[in-house]
């Protein structure tokens, strides 16, 4: 019996070490991938980012972050970020960070009733206020809003584990969320990408682009071993009607 008991703190703390790792990694990711600030450039250029970044990666079995050149000021870290996701040709951003952008992720929907479905996610988790307060209210598809979304269901996993409640209703929405919109739109972003590299973006940002996709499917599948394989039959799907049904409890 208490060899049972010690294995099982040993595993629950495990899970939260994991959980705490994943939303690291979240939420590192949407910060370096909004729009350059100066507090962002001054922890990559001290290495900050990179060492917290690297930690929570290794603890997910990943390898060390590599060493990277840093841009060497606030305008280069806007220039390349700019060329790379918000200019380019008529208009259109040379690598779109918002999932509507790309017309094989939205799947023969509208992009409004894409966005609906999106939402419904958020919503479900009382995210409104939260997306309001963040600027993304009008592009709750855009990477970092969704990055953002995965970073809050890591932290309501958390506190579930540490309360000794039910994980599993959130461990299911990132499951979904991650096979649905994140891992769809990262594989889209990095593979337009391939064809835009000689923009001036930031290495970090760039290593960020080529890694998240697989890292992502790993926590996908961690995360299918906890609570069941993803299945389709979950759909929510936008009407008129509420979309407030109970999807994940």
């Known amino acids: 019996m208490h060899m049972n008991s010690t294995t099982a703190t040993a595993s629950s703390q495990h899970e939260l070490e994991s959980a705490q790792a994943r939303e690291t990694v979240y939420r590192i990711a949407a910060a370096v991938l909004g729009y350059p600030l100066e507090e962002t450039l001054q922890a990559l250029q001290e290495g900050r980012l990179q060492t917290v970044l690297s930690q929570a990666w290794q603890a997910l079995g990943g390898q060390a972050w590599p060493e990277l050149d840093v841009s060497e000021s606030l305008q280069a870290l806007e220039v390349g970020y700019m060329a790379t996701f918000i200019h380019g040709k008529r208009g259109k951003p040379r690598v779109p960070l918002v ?52 970073a809050l269901l890591c932290y309501l996993e958390r506190q579930a584990l540490t309360q000794a409640k039910d994980a599993a209703p959130y461990r299911r929405a990132q499951r979904d969320f991650l096979m649905r919109y994140l891992l769809p739109l990262l594989q889209s972003i990095r593979s337009m990408y391939a064809k835009e590299r000689h923009l001036g973006l930031d290495p970090t940002l760039e290593h960020l682009l080529q890694e998240l996709p697989d890292w992502a499917a790993n926590q996908q599948l961690s995360l299918e071993q906890l609570v069941g394989a993803y299945t389709k039959e979950t759909k929510i799907i936008a009407s008129s009607g509420s979309v407030s049904q109970p999807m994940w409890d």
């Open 99 to 150: 999932a509507s952008a790309h017309a094989e992720l939205i799947g023969g929907q509208t992009p409004g009733a894409f966005l609906l479905n999106v939402q419904a996610f958020y919503s479900h988790f009382g995210l409104k206020a939260a997306v309001e307060d963040e600027g993304h209210q009008d592009e709750p598809d855009h990477v970092v809003a969704m990055l953002e979304f995965c």
